[in-house]
């Protein structure tokens, strides 16, 4: 009966087992493990625009020059007249940025082409939050969730003390 009731059912769910989705994802190349590996793949994204025609603009901000930390910024113009103009973010909470750059490749190989890029540009900021990316964090190197922690008035905001933190 043990047999039966405790070892039976697990062999049964083994031979039933379904693929993990990413073994069968498109992108499950596209996945990396490190932020250097996140930055690089970026780098070539670019090249690959460039090498279709793609006029892109490319700047980075350094956050943190010794330890390689910056945010990375791709601006690509519309063509034409200025009408619109797609946003996209990632790594605002650092480790979540590793699917962020997978994202950005789903969004060059599927979407971007099917724009209109007469009227519409594209700015990426990536890896907003380069330090939690780099070292597994939801946080910045100050402990700021860049997600959470804003000031919406800077002239009324006592920046002596937060009175509300408290609460």
């Known amino acids: 009966i043990l047999l039966l009731t405790?070892?039976?059912p697990q062999f049964v769910l083994m031979g039933a087992?379904?693929?993990?989705?990413?073994?069968?994802y498109n992108y499950s190349n596209y996945f990396f493990n490190t932020?250097?590996?996140?930055?690089?793949?970026l780098a070539n994204r670019v090249?690959?625009?460039r090498a279709d025609g793609v006029k892109v603009?490319?700047?980075?901000?350094?956050?943190?020059?010794?330890?390689?930390l910056y945010?990375?910024?791709?601006?690509?113009?519309a063509t034409k007249e200025q009408k619109n103009?797609?946003?996209?973010?990632t790594g605002v909470h650092g480790m979540e940025g590793y699917i962020g750059s997978v994202m950005l490749d789903v969004f060059f190989e599927e979407i971007y082409p099917t724009l209109d890029t007469e009227k519409t540009g594209i700015l990426v900021v990536a890896n907003v939050n380069p330090y939690g990316m780099k070292y597994m964090r939801r946080y910045n190197e100050n402990n700021v969730d860049l997600n959470r922690n804003f000031i919406i008035d800077w002239d009324t905001f006592d920046r002596t003390s937060n009175k509300d933190y408290p609460e």
């Open 35 to 41: 932020y250097e590996e996140v930055r690089s793949n």
């Open 85 to 89: 103009l797609i946003v996209l973010t």
């Open 6 to 8: 405790a070892v039976g």
């Open 47 to 49: 090249k690959k625009l």
């Open 17 to 24: 087992k379904q693929p993990e989705v990413a073994e069968s």
């Open 57 to 68: 603009q490319v700047s980075e901000y350094a956050v943190n020059k010794e330890e390689n």
């Open 71 to 77: 945010i990375d910024n791709i601006l690509i113009p």
